[in-house]
């Protein structure tokens, strides 16, 4: 009885941290915009409005699930884009929107795959530079899984 206890906890703790990994994606797409006046760009544009969950996770590790984006040739990469979605159904196709995608700026290379990996990094949020992604993961590192 002991054991099925100590079963059922152990359980229970590996379902929630799979779940909190599942909802990183779900969670950083709870975003509103505004408009407001560039004036580099010399119109409006939409700002990101974060929700108290994301601010919440600003500065913080966390562990997501995606799919690389290769910026330049499909070899290691420290500094890609990465994305709830497989490349073709990712923001820069039209298949999604921006709270999507996530600038990564990896400690070590990470080797390109068209399949799922999943990386750990502390994560930035930008509402200010339109010339970068809303969410930036810093000292990413990917998960090796175990076989």
Known sequence: M?????????AFFIQINAQSEANTWKTLGKITYKK???????????VPVFSDDIKAMEGKEITI???????????????FIFSAYPYNMCFFCGGAGPETVM????????????EQ???KGTLTLNDSDVNRLMYILT?????????
Do not use: C
């Not at 002991?2 to 152990?10: H, N, Q």
């Not at 000292?139 to 076989?147: F, T």
């Open 117 to 119: 990996v999943e990386l």
């Open 65 to 79: 699930k995606g799919y690389i984006i290769p910026v330049e040739g499909y070899k290691s990469h420290k500094e």
């Open 139 to 147: 000292d990413a590192k990917q998960i090796k899984e175990s076989n």
């Open 103 to 114: 600038e990564v700026s990896a400690s070590e290379p990470v080797k390109y795959t068209a």
């Open 36 to 46: 407001e006046y560039d004036e580099l760009m010399g119109f409006k544009v939409d």
């Open 2 to 10: 002991k054991y099925l206890l100590s079963f059922l906890i152990l």
